[in-house]
């Protein structure tokens, strides 16, 4: 039993009626990509899951083809299109599979924060038990009513979990479950059939508070600001060598992060191509940036990546300060991404390569005494997630690095010396930054911390 398959099921066959927008919540963007995309990304990812079905509403089968096309996932060996309800989608999707016994995860596409140790988890359990679920403690307490709104009971919160997927099976054992409820219209999910007709015991995984399901508008908000609390692991596992040989461009890479950028990029053989105030390079200036990415062009051929790190961090009150001052701040801090960024985007297309902008952890809540620098630095973010879906058509990447409290030039001019050891070092930003290059991710706030 030890070697069977394990296959993961996605059903992405609802139409959305409760989520109510035009198309279903499958296909709906956050962070740069749809949902159905961050739902396949976990399963090819996980080493465990061996290959990929997924049920899909028939009407936007086109939509799906064209995401396949796209990401040209490995483990995704069938598109199957779903019933009208979920029961018969999940029917469907266990249907196909040849082997007489296998490993299956039901998945709702729904669920994008599905962690790859909930998946190794599941996985595990199956070889103790032939039906596994996953669920959560309830923190709220749960009442029973009565068809008048009355409570009639209060079960004990210690005993109730609030179920999540995927569910998971023998494929044999899913198979027979379906059979015996071909007429059974009281249907709430795969692990209930089991329940239902007392076929085998159900053991429960633990989920997680995260593995939240998207079914309502409100939900894309909580889901797109979870993505951003989460800011992409890291890509630790991105081997730097495979620097050699591209063309990078930083704007502001003659001190701070920019400069360290820079060094650790031609460390391993990239092609740095650096401009800033003191070169020449003013970011407010539109034509500045045309002109020096056409330079860097017409030496050689290409740019594979672009960075944005300059910036200024001066404090003061609003009411204090001059407007000059404060559209200064202004100008260099985000006009000037927006400036990079779309002086870039020929070159990125040409090449399918990525833009880097940078945030800081004030992003999040705005500071006092620092009103101009934290709602800029949230406007990178915001500009970053909306250029990921807009430019996702030309296989441009844009992610934006989120290092904390870091120990540059320009954070000594604003606080003076702090404690050893109370800041990150600017050279860990800069290696966050090339991995970043080197990944596929898109759309996303990549924080770096210190250790």
């Given at each position: 039993?030890?070697d069977?398959?394990?296959?993961?099921?996605i059903?992405?066959?609802?139409?959305?009626?409760?989520?109510g927008?035009?198309?279903?919540?499958?296909?709906v963007?956050?962070?740069?990509?749809?949902?159905?995309e961050?739902?396949?990304?976990?399963?090819?990812?996980?080493?465990?899951?061996d290959?990929?079905?997924?049920?899909?509403?028939?009407?936007?089968?086109?939509?799906?083809?064209e995401?396949?096309l796209?990401?040209?996932?490995?483990k995704?060996?069938?598109?199957?299109n779903?019933?009208?309800?979920?029961?018969?989608?999940?029917?469907?999707?266990?249907?196909?599979i040849?082997e007489?016994?296998?490993?299956?995860?039901?998945?709702?596409?729904?669920?994008?924060?599905?962690?790859?140790?909930?998946?190794?988890?599941?996985?595990?359990?199956?070889?103790?038990?032939?039906?596994?679920?996953?669920?959560?403690?309830?923190t709220?307490?749960?009442?029973?009513?009565?068809?008048?709104n009355?409570?009639?009971?209060?079960?004990?919160?210690?005993?109730l979990?609030r179920?999540q997927?995927p569910?998971?099976?023998?494929l044999?054992?899913?198979?027979?479950?379906h059979?015996?409820?071909k007429?059974?219209?009281?249907?709430?999910?795969?692990?209930?059939?089991?329940?239902k007709?007392?076929?085998?015991?159900?053991?429960?995984v633990?989920?997680?508070?995260?593995?939240?399901?998207?079914?309502?508008?409100?939900?894309?908000?909580?889901a797109?600001?979870?993505?951003?609390?989460?800011?992409?692991?890291?890509?630790?596992?991105?081997?730097?060598?495979?620097?050699?040989?591209k063309?990078?461009?930083?704007?502001?890479?003659?001190?701070?992060?920019?400069?360290?950028?820079?060094?650790?990029?031609?460390?391993?053989?990239a092609?740095?191509?650096?401009?800033?105030n003191?070169?020449?390079?003013?970011?407010?200036?539109?034509?500045a940036?045309?002109?020096?990415?056409?330079e860097?062009?017409?030496?050689t051929?290409?740019?594979?990546?672009?960075?944005?790190?300059?910036?200024i961090?001066?404090?003061?009150k609003?009411?204090?300060?001059?407007?000059?001052?404060?559209q200064t701040?202004?100008?260099?801090?985000?006009?000037?991404s927006?400036?990079?960024?779309?002086a870039s985007i020929?070159?990125?297309?040409e090449?399918?390569?990525?833009?880097?902008?940078?945030?800081?952890?004030?992003y999040?809540?705005?500071?006092?005494?620092?009103?101009?620098?934290?709602?800029?630095?949230?406007?990178?973010?915001?500009?970053?997630?909306?250029?990921?879906?807009?430019?996702?058509?030309?296989d441009?990447r844009?992610?934006?690095i989120?290092?904390?409290?870091?120990?540059?030039p320009?954070?000594?001019?604003?606080?003076?010396?702090?404690?050893?050891?109370?800041?990150?070092?600017p050279?860990?930003?800069?290696?966050a930054?090339?991995?970043t290059?080197?990944?596929?991710?898109?759309?996303?706030?990549?924080?770096?911390?210190?250790?």
């Open positions: 039993m030890s069977l398959k394990n296959y993961g099921i059903l992405a066959s609802g139409t959305g009626s409760r989520y927008a035009d198309v279903p919540k499958q296909f963007k956050i962070a740069g990509k749809t949902i159905l961050h739902t396949i990304d976990v399963f090819e990812k996980a080493e465990g899951i290959d990929i079905i997924i049920v899909i509403t028939p009407e936007y089968r086109t939509m799906a083809e995401i396949l796209k990401n040209s996932y490995k995704v060996s069938k598109l199957l779903g019933g009208e309800i979920r029961k018969e989608s999940s029917y469907i999707g266990i249907s196909s040849a007489d016994e296998a490993n299956v995860l039901i998945h709702d596409c729904a669920r994008p924060f599905l962690t790859q140790k909930i998946i190794d988890n599941c996985i595990e359990a199956l070889k103790t038990y032939d039906a596994v679920d996953v669920a959560i403690p309830s709220d307490t749960i009442v029973k009513v009565d068809e008048n009355i409570i009639q009971s209060i079960p004990h919160r210690e005993k979990r179920g997927t569910q998971c099976f023998k044999s054992l899913i198979k027979k479950a059979e015996l409820s007429n059974d219209k009281n249907f709430t999910d795969d692990c209930g059939l089991i329940v007709y007392n076929l085998a015991d159900v053991f429960v633990d989920g997680d508070v995260e593995n939240i399901k998207v079914t309502y508008p409100s939900d894309i908000f909580m797109d600001r979870l993505f951003q609390i989460r800011s992409s692991i890291f890509p630790e596992e991105q081997n730097l060598e495979k620097m050699e040989d063309v990078i461009v930083i704007f502001g890479g003659t001190s701070g992060i920019g400069e360290c950028t820079a060094i650790l990029a031609r460390e391993y053989g092609k740095v191509f650096v401009a800033s003191s070169t020449g390079c003013d970011i407010r200036d539109y034509s940036i045309e002109n020096f990415l056409k860097v062009y017409s030496k051929k290409r740019i594979d990546y672009v960075v944005n790190s300059a910036g961090l001066r404090m003061g609003l009411a204090e300060r001059s407007i000059e001052e404060i701040d202004i100008d260099i801090n985000y006009t000037g927006i400036n990079v960024a779309k020929p070159y990125l297309k090449s399918k390569g990525s833009l880097q902008l940078y945030a800081s952890s004030s999040t809540r705005g500071r006092s005494l620092y009103s101009t620098y934290s709602s800029t630095k949230a406007g990178i973010v915001n500009l970053a997630q909306a250029l990921a879906e807009e430019l996702a058509c030309d441009i844009v992610n934006v989120n290092p904390e409290r870091c120990a540059t320009m954070r000594f001019k604003a606080f003076g010396k702090e404690p050893e050891g109370s800041l990150l070092q050279e860990r930003v800069a290696e930054s090339l991995k290059f080197l990944s596929d991710l898109t759309g996303q706030v990549i924080d770096v911390k210190r250790g």
